[in-house]
């Protein structure tokens, strides 16, 4: 029996670079046939239409079917997973508010779509930005569905932070774990190394044979990179992540869905872990078990961190405080 998978958004840049992945087996399984909605506005159904035309093209063993629609009620009917990665880039003189309630008007509707039309069991990602805020959204609107379904994507900041590090040391990057991002996916977010492994050994350990001053290091080399990558990307290459993004969905979705081993990052409803607000769409520390993620409870926290973490969580209070004054969530 084949899973359906819903991609909002997938006449898009990183729609483009995750269809042809998810067809070739690498969300699910490669032994899992996979249904494939292409969800777009009617602005973007000729490129996702042609996504769809070249999907065919590929003969792929695992695909089953391809259908593209604008309409949600048709592209999450019976959906498993759901991937919103369309969302309304910030334009020329728009304002954060804009912004937001710009969409408010995209997620909102999206949710009541995903409680009405998907599978029972589904599990949504939102991947659109600003993405914690958009899952927010998303989740309140959707009626009947626990809003532990819904998780926004900061597994490519983790994925980053882990890159940078062990670039700074010079190792592999699969020999570096535990290094999980807190907060938001923004400028404001914490990538957080004190728990950090690389090659057995503590990460902290290792930078300060490197380092005189690991704290001074931290604070204005390694966060500040992570946390504006995005931004670095898009001034090298003249737009924003498209191939990392795809693939950090495809690490999200396929931890949230097998398991993990050890700690990883999610942006997930809080439930007052580590004080943050309960309802906020937060990245911790998670491990994923039977299909949920879980907050890894019990860190110790510096002040140093705490106060980022802080920071962090409220810049995601204000930007509930505006969808909230907007009418959404
Ligand atoms: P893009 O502009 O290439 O594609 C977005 C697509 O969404 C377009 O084809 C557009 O027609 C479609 N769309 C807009 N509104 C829609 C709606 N209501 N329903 C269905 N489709 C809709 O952008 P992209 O490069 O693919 O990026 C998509 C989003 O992902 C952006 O918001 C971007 O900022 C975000 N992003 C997030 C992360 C992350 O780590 N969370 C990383 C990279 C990019
Ligand atoms: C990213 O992190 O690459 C995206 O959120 C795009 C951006 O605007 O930084």
Redesign the pocket.
């Known amino acids: 029996m084949a899973t359906t998978v819903t991609i909002?958004?997938?006449?898009?840049?990183?729609?483009y670079a995750l269809l042809f992945r998810i067809a070739a087996g690498d969300l699910l399984g490669n032994d899992k046939p996979v249904r494939l909605r292409l969800?777009?506005?009617p602005?973007?159904m000729k490129?996702?239409e042609g996504a769809a035309m070249e999907l065919q093209d590929c003969a792929f063993p695992l695909l089953e079917h391809v259908e593209v629609s604008?309409d949600?009620a048709v592209a999450f009917d019976g959906c498993e997973h759901a991937l919103l990665?369309?969302?309304?880039?910030r334009g020329p003189g728009m304002e954060r508010a804009d912004l937001l309630a710009a969409n408010g008007g995209?997620f909102a509707p999206?949710g009541r779509a995903i409680a009405g039309h998907a599978a029972s069991g589904v599990r949504i990602t939102?991947?659109?930005?600003p993405?914690n805020t958009n899952a927010l959204i998303a989740a309140a609107a959707a009626d009947g569905l626990p809003a532990e379904r819904f998780s926004?994507?900061?597994?490519?900041?983790e994925n980053r932070a882990r890159g940078l590090l062990a670039d700074a040391l010079h190792v592999p990057v699969g020999s570096v774990h535990r290094l999980p991002i807190w907060g938001n996916?923004s400028a404001t977010q914490y990538p957080d190394i004190s728990h950090a492994t690389v090659g057995g050994r503590r990460a902290l350990d290792i930078l300060r044979e490197r380092f005189d001053d690991v704290r001074h290091w931290l604070d204005q080399t390694f966060i500040p990179r992570v946390a504006q990558r995005?931004a670095e990307i898009i001034s090298v290459r003249g737009?924003?992540?498209?191939a990392s993004?795809a693939s950090?969905t495809l690490d999200h979705v396929r931890d949230w869905t097998t398991g993990t081993r050890d700690w990883t990052s999610a942006a997930v409803v809080s439930r007052g872990e580590y004080g943050v607000p309960e309802g906020l769409v937060c990245s911790f520390p998670v491990r994923a078990v039977d299909g949920r993620w879980e907050v890894i409870e019990g860190l110790e926290l510096s002040s140093w961190a705490r106060a980022r973490i802080d920071a962090s969580v409220a810049e995601l209070v204000a930007e509930r405080e505006a969808v909230r004054s907007l009418g959404f969530a």
């Open positions: 909002t958004g997938a006449g898009g840049q990183i729609g969800l777009e506005i602005e973007g490129a996702a604008d949600p990665v369309g969302a309304r880039p995209i999206q939102v991947v659109g930005n993405a926004a994507l900061t597994r490519l900041d996916h995005g737009s924003s992540s498209v993004a950090a």
